[in-house]
């Protein structure tokens, strides 16, 4: 089964930057779509980016598109998101998923990282 681990998260100023990492193991890294995901107090867990399996392919939801940049490492089986330009609503819990490609939809993301914490301090 697959296995995922977040690191990276911790508490900047507005305006910092943090690169989260998400070690991928348990199953082959290339055969599957990763996306980032987070969850601020109070409200739902919104997708923030997602790479398919080659990395040719990412997307992004608006609020963090020219700030975020998400990659993927096939040697070292890991993911990684980028973050520039930290804002405070930026501030939630982020979790990385996996999805086995080819993955139809944001369901099909069913391994799940147990998240890392980012705060941004105004």
């Known amino acids: 089964q697959v296995q995922l681990l977040e690191s990276g998260g911790g508490l900047v100023q507005a305006g910092g930057s943090l690169n989260l990492s998400c070690a991928f193991s348990g199953r082959s890294f290339h055969a599957y779509a990763i996306a980032w995901f987070r969850q601020a107090p109070g409200k739902e867990r919104e997708v923030v980016a997602v790479i398919s399996w080659s990395g040719g392919h990412a997307s992004y939801v608006d609020s963090v598109k020219g700030r975020f940049t998400i990659s993927r490492d096939h040697v070292h089986n890991t993911a990684y998101l980028r973050m520039n330009n930290l804002k405070p609503e930026d501030t939630a819990i982020y979790y990385c998923?996996?999805?086995?490609?080819?993955?139809?939809?944001?369901?099909?993301?069913?391994?799940w990282g147990q998240g890392t914490q980012v705060t941004v301090s105004s």
């Open positions: 998923a996996a999805a086995p490609e080819p993955f139809e939809s944001l369901a099909d993301f069913a391994s």
